[in-house]
C-alpha cells in the first residue's frame, strides 16, 4: 500500500520559515493536500492540489510538490499556526495520510 | 454555511456494536460523495471509507482494517451519514470525523466536522 512519511516535529522561531516535509514514492505525480489540526477542532484544509488555498487561509501558507517529496512552507509564521500538520494524496481509489508533524513555534 | 455534525460516539466493549451519525446542512449533500476518517489517540489521520452519490449506486469503499467490519449508508433525504461499527476492537478507538471530499483533480476534504469520539474497551 502507498505510503506518505512526515518527520514527527518541526520548530521554528516565530517570523521565520517553517517547511513540512511529505515524501512518498513519485508523490510528485500525484496532488498533495495539507490540513492543519489543533486540539478540540476539525482538520482545516490549508493547502490543496500542491499549491493552491482555500478562501480565508493566509498567504503566507503556500506549497509544491516534485520528486518524491511535497513540502508545506509557513512564511513568517506565527504563534497560531502551531499545530499538527497532515499530507494526504490519492492512491489507487484510497485516500492516503501522512503520520502527522508536530509544528512548535518558540 | 456548510455544517458537518457527527454523533453517537461513546463507551463501548470489545465485540460490540455502534452506530455514528453525521447531519450535514449548508451543501446539497445528495449530490456528493461523503467519506469518514479516524484519529486514534497519539496517531495520525486514517481515512476509513466513502459513499458515492445515487449516480454512483451508492457504491462504498473502505481501508482493509474495517472491511467486513464497518458499514457506510446514507439517507439524502434526511442529510444523514452514516457509520455502522460491529466487531469493535480496542485499535478501533479514536475520534470519528466525517468529511466532504472534492474531487476531479485529486481527491480531498474541503469541510469536516468536529468529530465523535468512539472508545473501545472493557
Known amino acids: 500500500s502507498y505510503e506518505l512519511t512526515q518527520p514527527p516535529s518541526v520548530s521554528v522561531s516565530p517570523g521565520q520559515t517553517a517547511s513540512i516535509a511529505c515524501s512518498g514514492d513519485k508523490l510528485g505525480y500525484k496532488y498533495t493536500h495539507w490540513y492543519q489540526h489543533k486540539a478540540g477542532q476539525p482538520p482545516l484544509l490549508v493547502i490543496y492540489q500542491d499549491n493552491k488555498r482555500p478562501s480565508g487561509i493566509p498567504e503566507r501558507f503556500s506549497g509544491s510538490n516534485s520528486g518524491n517529496t511535497a513540502t508545506l512552507t509557513i512564511s513568517g509564521t506565527q504563534t497560531i499556526d502551531e499545530a499538527d500538520y497532515s499530507c494526504q494524496a490519492w492512491d489507487s481509489g484510497t485516500v492516503v495520510f501522512g503520520g502527522g508533524t508536530k509544528l512548535t513555534v518558540l | 454555511e456548510v455544517q458537518l455534525e457527527e454523533s453517537g460516539g461513546r463507551l463501548v466493549q470489545p465485540g460490540g456494536s455502534l452506530r455514528l451519525s453525521c447531519t450535514a446542512s449548508?451543501?446539497?449533500?445528495?449530490?456528493?460523495?461523503m467519506d469518514w476518517v479516524r484519529q486514534a489517540p497519539g496517531k495520525g489521520l486514517e481515512w476509513v471509507g466513502r459513499?458515492?452519490?445515487?449516480?454512483?449506486?451508492?457504491?462504498?469503499e473502505y481501508v482493509a482494517s474495517v472491511e467486513g467490519r464497518f458499514t457506510i449508508s446514507r439517507d439524502d433525504s434526511k442529510n444523514l451519514l452514516y457509520l455502522q461499527m460491529n466487531s469493535l476492537k480496542t485499535e478501533d478507538t479514536a475520534v470519528y470525523y466525517c468529511?466532504?471530499?472534492?474531487?476531479?483533480?485529486?481527491?480531498?476534504?474541503?469541510?469536516w466536522g468536529r468529530g465523535t469520539l468512539v472508545t473501545v474497551s472493557s
Open positions: 468529511a466532504r471530499p472534492r474531487s476531479g483533480s485529486g481527491y480531498f476534504f474541503d469541510f
Open positions: 449548508g451543501f446539497t449533500f445528495s449530490d456528493l460523495y
Open positions: 459513499i458515492r452519490n445515487k449516480a454512483n449506486s451508492y457504491t462504498t
